[in-house]
């Protein structure tokens, strides 16, 4: 195991937790079949040039396709359920079950569907854009055993 060192603060800063930030706490809005509810930013200070963190989940039903374009990177991770991939840069469509982890590059252009339902984490280099009133508020003051 390799230990990095370097940029580290000698002042100890505690880590924060989202209690209850599940996923059953975000419903899709009237109308909808997909919507992503951003629960954490954070603008990082350890690198040479700054960006946002933020994380959340994306939630998605049966119904239209759901078209994006990237100007921020992406990751998503499959929790549940299927979610199914255009990527318009090559044509193929990709079917994403749980344990599937997909990267988003700035520039990617994809459309995202499925045939049922599914629900993936993701984090994004961008601040926070839709905060999810069910998931503010959250997060843990003390430790506790």
Known sequence: MVLLTENVSSNL???????GAGHEFIPLPQGENAITAD?????????DSPSYFTSGFY?????????????????????????????????????????????????????????????AFYAVTRPIRNPHPNLEGREEKKARL
């Open 59 to 119: 939630k998605i039903e049966a119904g239209p396709e759901r078209p994006a374009h990237y100007n921020f990177e992406e990751t998503k991770y499959v929790l549940s359920g299927q979610i199914d991939i255009l990527d318009e840069a090559t044509g193929v469509t990709h079917h994403l079950v749980p344990g599937d982890f997909a990267f988003f590059h700035v520039g990617s252009k994809v459309k995202f569907s499925t045939k049922s339902q599914g629900l």
């Open 39 to 47: 629960f954490h930013s954070i603008r990082t200070k350890t690198t």
């Open 13 to 19: 800063i505690p880590l924060t937790v989202i209690k």
